[in-house]
């Protein structure tokens, strides 16, 4: 029986998170606040309770959470464990049912956590939970030239190789083009 990938069609929100701060939140990056902001979009409460004064928070977590996927694309899952264990225990996770639009949901933080904290506690439990899962092998980072975005495999067969049908179209064309002037035509 094939292994069942956690992720469906909507995604896991603490995976998606801790990807999109990984990728889009670098401590070089401008417009913090604009990035910080988009990412937490998809909740209004949490776009909501979002200041300014949160954005080192938020760096912080980026780089701690762009550690952890470092070690899981290096297959040390010892020290990603360690990591998350370490963020866990700063902010523990204490899973409650909310009603959210008529559907019951199972959040793994604090019901009054501060913003930053519940972010910490929801993407470490998240990165936490795959790695109990098994499903490290599904992260990746894309193989297109000059591109480091990282993902998580949803396929089917687990083999994507690419973060986007853009980098993979510019792939396939560049080593199309390759073979081209390699033989001879232009």
């Not at 309770?49 to 780089?63: D, E, N, T, Y």
């Not at 998240?126 to 980072?141: K, P, Q, S, Y």
């Amino acid at each position: 029986m094939a292994r069942q990938i956690y992720l469906d069609s909507y995604g896991d929100a603490g995976v998606i998170v801790s990807l999109r701060l990984v990728n889009e939140l670098a401590p070089s990056a401008e417009r913090h606040r604009d990035i910080v902001a988009s990412i937490l979009a998809f909740d209004p409460s949490s776009l909501a309770a979002f200041r300014r004064q949160q954005i080192p928070g938020f760096v912080s977590l980026s780089m701690r959470l762009r550690g952890v996927i470092h070690h899981l694309l290096e297959e040390d899952l010892e020290a990603a464990a360690g990591v998350l264990n370490e963020m866990l225990a700063e902010h523990p996770a204490h899973p409650h049912l909310a009603k959210e639009d008529g559907r019951w949901r199972l959040h793994h933080h604090p019901a009054d956590a501060q913003l930053v904290p519940m972010y910490v506690s929801i993407c470490a439990e998240a990165l936490a939970r795959m790695i109990g899962e098994g499903l490290v092998d599904r992260f990746g980072r894309c193989e297109a030239k000059g591109c480091d975005i990282l993902f998580f495999d949803t396929s089917k067969n687990g083999t994507r190789r690419f973060c986007s049908t853009t980098c993979q179209s510019r792939t396939k064309t560049a080593v199309f083009r390759q073979r081209q002037r390699a033989s001879g035509r232009s």
